[in-house]
């Protein structure tokens, strides 16, 4: 699912944020390892150098966002629990600076996070399919997947 909504909506107001680079623990890139089914450390670590903003919550999940030329991208967002996949996703949204739009790709069977953007005022544009050749060796738990990378990563 594709969503996205202009920070202009929200109330609460977050000024510009300085790019910094960031890294990921060790422990959230096993989460992730555990959530996707799949390793990408080296995927992960390159798109969290490039990122806007981070939030690590070791074991308990991480969440990334990056400046695009048309939003704010939203994503990769992992975590065990939903009451941490909401936290991870609000504290990314507050931090994005307030006049930009937000994009948001939602797995499907995130109930939870597709819940929080239908309240948060997001709206579908697009519907993703993910696909694979073969045996799907590597299905991953989209259940704990807040936000993919890009349709491309997952």
Do not use: H
């Not at 000024?15 to 450390?41: M, N, Q, Y």
């Not at 065990?80 to 930009?100: K, M, V, W």
């Not at 819940?115 to 050749?133: D, N």
Request: aromatic residues 8%; glycine residues 10%.
């Amino acid at each position: 699912r594709w969503l996205s909504k202009c920070r202009n909506a929200m109330d609460e107001a977050a000024g510009e944020v300085e790019k910094l680079p960031l890294t990921l623990s060790t422990a959230a890139l096993a989460t992730d390892r555990g959530i996707f089914g799949a390793d990408r450390t080296a995927l992960l670590q390159s798109l969290a150098a490039g990122a806007l903003n981070g939030v690590d919550l070791s074991e308990n999940g991480y969440g990334l966002s990056r400046d695009g030329a048309r939003a704010i991208y939203l994503g990769p967002v992992a975590a065990n629990e939903p009451a941490q996949g909401e936290s991870i996703i609000r504290e990314l949204i507050n931090r994005a600076p307030a006049d930009r739009w937000i994009f948001w790709d939602i797995p499907d069977d995130n109930g939870p996070a597709v819940a929080l953007a239908a309240s948060l005022g997001f709206e579908p544009v697009r519907v993703l399919t993910r696909m694979w050749l073969g045996e799907n060796d590597t299905p991953g738990d989209p259940a704990r997947m807040w936000a993919l990378a890009d349709p491309a990563f997952g």
